[in-house]
C-alpha cells in the first residue's frame, strides 16, 4: 500500500446490516417508510451490490473486508472438511491445534488468510475501529480496534448451545432433545446445573457445572441462586445478565454470562438459558484488539451479548421460545451495537469507523414466511400478526442511519451496505441423495425414510466407489486420489470428466413435485476463484434457483430418503441460493461512478477516501 495521492476525506463510516434486500428495501422506501435511506439516495446513490460466491455471510464478509474473491481470503463456506476423513469441520473459526499449553491469547487461529482494509488504514497510522465484523475471530492484535463477530464462540468453544431446563419428558426424537436438562420439582425447588467448559479429568472429559437452584415463588415468577447471585426472572420477560464461575482445575476460573427467559412454571416447568456466553469483563479468549477493548466496551454500557451469531434461530425452531422472546432477543441485541457504535462515534475524530448489524439477516430468516404465501408453512393468520416484523427491523435500520447521518459533513464519507439480500426458501435439495442417485456416490445400505438424517456424517458411505460428496450449503467435492483420504478419481482429465458430468445432470434437475428447475448454476472453482488458498475450496459450487436450497442434512454429510423435501421449519427465507438472485444493497453520500458495484469493491473505495492505493485488491474503488 502506498499513500501516494491526498486522501478526499478524513472520515469513513461503514454501516453493514446484514440481510438488506434491494426488494424490500424499495418497497419500503417507494411507501415512504424509510426516510433516511431515500435521503441518503438523493444526496449520493443507491445501488444493487453483486455478492459473493455462494452468497454466505462468512464468505460475503471476509470478501468486503479484503476486497477480494474467496481464493485469496480463503473462507469458502459455514463448514469445511477435514481432509484426513471427510469429516465436516467448522469453518467460522479455526481452534490452534499446537496450543497444547491451553493459552488463552493462542487458543485460537486467524480464519482469514489476507490482510483487511482496516489494517492496511491502520498500519499507515489511521485510526481505524471496527466493531462485530465477521470473520475476524481470533483479532489480529495490531493497531486497529477490532471487536470480532461471527466465528465468535460461546465459552465451551463451539458457535453457541442454548439450555432447555423441563420438568416435561421430552423424547429423544424430538428436534433438540440434546439440549435439554430434565430437572425434577421438589415441592417450589428446583436443583440443577448450568454447564460450561470441558474439563480433563484421569479417564474422560466432563464438563465443569455450578450450581443452580430455582424457587416457584408463583406461578408467573421464580427465584434463582446462581453462584451466590440471586435474580428474579418474571414469565414472558428476559432476564438480566448473571456471570457465573467455572473452576476448571489446576487453580485455573473461567466467567461467563448467562440469561434466562421463563416459559411457565406450570403445569410443566419450562426455562430458557441463553448459551453461556465469553464474559467481556473477563474474556475466556480473546475477542477484541486490543485484548482490553473488551473491558472497555463493558464498563461503558455493562455486560453485551459476546456470541458471534447471538440471536437463537435454533431456539424459535425447537419451540424453546417464542417470537416475542425472539423478537425480543433481536432488538436487544441491536440496542447492545447502537451502544457502542455512539460510544465510538461521540469520539470520532478522524479516521475509520465500521460497525455491522446481524439481526436484519435473523429476522428474516425466521419471519420471512409472512412475505411468502406459497411456503408451504405460510398461515394467512400468522402473516397477519407478524407480516410487520421484517418492516420494522428496516425501519430499525433506517433510523440507526438517520442518527448517524446528522454527524456527517463535507469530511466524512458514509458508506451503508448489505452483504447479500434474501428469497423464499420453499423446497430443500438433498445433494448428496442426488449422487447417489446418479452413480457419484455409492452407500454401503439403502437409507430409510425413519432416518431423517440421511446418514449424517457419511455414515454409510463406501468411499472406494464414491466419485463426489457434498458438505456444506452447497459444495461439491470430487474424491481424488492423492488429495482424499480414500480417493478413486485422478486428477486432471477424469476429474474434469466427472465435474462436467455433475455438472451437466445438475442443470437438468427438475423438482418432482411440479416440473421447476432446481439448480441455476453449477461453478468450477477455477471459473470463479483465483489465489492461493484455491485449493482449499470445493470442486464444485451450486448455485440454486430462487426457492430452492441445499439441505441441513447435506452440510454434514447426510443423504436422506427422498431427493427433494418441503421445508417445515421456521427458517423460511434464505440467501444461499445463485449469487444473481439475492445481491445485496450500496447506499453512499457520495456519486458512484459505475454501474454493477460489486461488494468487493468497498475495501479499496474506503482506501482511495485516504488517498491509499488499493495494490493487488480485486475490487475497484466506487470514487
Not at 316 to 325: F, K, L, P, Q
Not at 436 to 447: A, W
Request: proline share 4%; with cysteine; aromatic share 10%.
Amino acid at each position: 500500500m502506498t499513500n501516494d495521492a491526498t486522501g478526499k476525506y478524513k472520515r469513513v463510516i461503514l454501516l453493514g446490516m446484514d440481510g438488506l434486500d434491494p426488494k424490500v428495501l424499495s418497497e419500503l422506501m417507494e411507501r415512504g417508510e424509510l426516510p433516511h435511506f431515500t435521503e441518503l439516495s438523493r444526496q449520493g446513490s443507491y445501488s444493487s451490490l453483486a455478492t459473493s460466491n455462494p452468497a454466505q455471510s462468512p464468505v460475503a464478509w471476509a470478501s468486503i473486508a479484503t476486497g477480494c474473491n474467496p481464493g485469496h481470503h480463503g473462507v469458502f463456506d459455514f463448514l469445511g472438511r477435514r481432509v484426513a476423513d471427510y469429516m465436516p469441520v467448522l469453518a467460522v473459526n479455526k481452534m490452534n491445534p499446537k496450543n497444547v499449553f491451553a493459552k488463552r491469547e493462542a487458543m485460537f487461529l486467524p480464519v482469514m488468510q489476507m490482510d483487511s482494509f482496516w489494517d492496511y488504514t491502520s498500519d499507515k497510522d489511521i485510526p481505524s475501529t471496527v466493531l462485530k465484523w465477521p470473520m475476524t475471530f481470533q483479532p489480529r492484535q495490531n493497531k486497529a480496534k477490532l471487536f470480532s463477530g461471527l466465528g465468535v464462540p460461546d465459552i465451551k468453544g463451539g458457535l453457541g448451545r442454548y439450555a432447555f431446563y423441563t420438568t416435561r419428558d421430552v423424547p429423544d426424537t424430538e428436534e433438540g432433545s440434546e439440549k435439554v436438562v430434565k430437572v425434577k420439582r421438589n415441592g417450589d425447588k428446583i436443583k440443577t446445573y448450568v454447564a460450561g467448559p470441558n474439563v480433563a479429568k484421569l479417564r474422560a472429559r466432563e464438563e465443569a457445572k455450578v450450581d443452580l437452584e430455582i424457587i416457584c415463588t408463583s406461578g408467573t415468577e421464580v427465584e434463582m441462586k446462581l453462584d451466590g447471585q440471586t435474580l428474579v426472572v418474571n414469565k414472558g420477560l428476559w432476564s438480566e445478565w448473571i456471570e457465573v464461575k467455572f473452576k476448571l482445575g489446576l487453580m485455573k476460573t473461567a466467567t461467563g454470562i448467562v440469561k434466562f427467559y421463563l416459559n411457565c412454571t406450570e403445569p410443566d416447568f419450562e426455562l430458557y438459558m441463553t448459551p453461556v456466553q465469553i464474559n467481556p469483563k473477563d474474556p475466556a479468549f480473546v475477542i477484541t484488539s486490543p485484548d482490553e477493548y473488551a473491558k472497555e466496551l463493558a464498563a461503558e454500557i455493562g455486560y453485551f451479548y459476546t456470541l458471534g451469531m447471538p440471536e437463537d434461530t435454533k431456539a424459535i425452531e425447537d419451540g424453546r421460545t417464542d417470537e416475542e422472546a425472539f423478537i425480543e432477543m433481536c432488538d436487544e441485541i441491536i440496542e447492545e451495537q447502537e451502544k457502542m457504535l455512539w460510544y465510538e462515534m461521540d469520539r470520532f475524530k478522524e479516521g475509520v469507523l465500521a460497525s455491522a448489524f446481524f439481526s436484519s439477516d435473523r429476522i428474516q430468516h425466521i419471519f420471512w414466511v409472512t412475505r411468502d404465501p406459497e411456503h408451504p408453512l405460510y398461515d394467512k393468520a400468522y402473516a397477519e400478526k407478524y407480516g410487520h416484523v421484517i418492516a420494522d427491523c428496516y425501519k430499525k435500520m433506517d433510523r440507526i442511519l438517520g442518527d448517524v447521518m446528522k454527524k456527517v459533513d463535507k469530511e466524512t464519507a458514509l458508506i451503508v451496505f448489505s452483504d447479500h439480500g434474501f428469497t423464499t426458501f420453499r423446497r430443500t435439495v438433498h445433494l448428496n441423495s442426488w449422487l447417489v442417485e446418479n452413480g457419484f456416490m455409492t452407500l454401503t445400505q439403502k437409507i430409510t425414510e425413519d432416518d431423517k438424517e440421511g446418514g449424517a456424517l457419511f455414515q454409510y458411505v463406501d468411499w472406494k466407489k464414491t466419485r463426489a460428496f457434498a458438505l456444506g450449503f452447497g459444495s461439491i467435492y470430487l474424491n481424488l486420489k492423492g488429495r482424499e483420504k480414500n480417493g478413486v478419481i485422478e486428477p486432471g482429465a477424469e476429474a474434469d470428466s466427472v465435474s462436467s458430468e455433475i455438472i451437466e445432470k445438475l442443470k437438468q434437475l427438475k423438482d418432482q413435485k411440479d416440473g421447476t428447475a432446481v439448480v441455476k448454476n453449477v461453478y468450477r472453482n477455477s471459473e470463479i476463484y483465483s489465489g492461493k488458498e484455491l485449493s482449499a475450496s470445493s470442486d464444485l459450487i451450486v448455485g440454486f434457483e430462487d426457492g430452492f436450497r441445499s439441505s441441513w442434512q447435506t452440510a454434514i454429510g447426510g443423504a436422506p430418503f427422498n431427493l427433494i423435501d418441503d421445508n417445515l421449519k421456521k427458517w423460511s427465507g434464505d440467501h444461499i441460493v445463485d449469487p444473481s438472485i439475492v445481491p445485496g444493497i450500496i447506499l453512499t453520500n457520495f456519486n458512484i461512478d459505475r454501474d454493477n458495484p460489486d461488494l468487493r469493491d468497498i475495501a479499496p473505495t474506503v482506501l482511495k477516501c485516504f488517498g491509499l492505493d488499493a495494490g493487488t485488491v480485486e475490487g475497484r474503488s466506487l470514487l
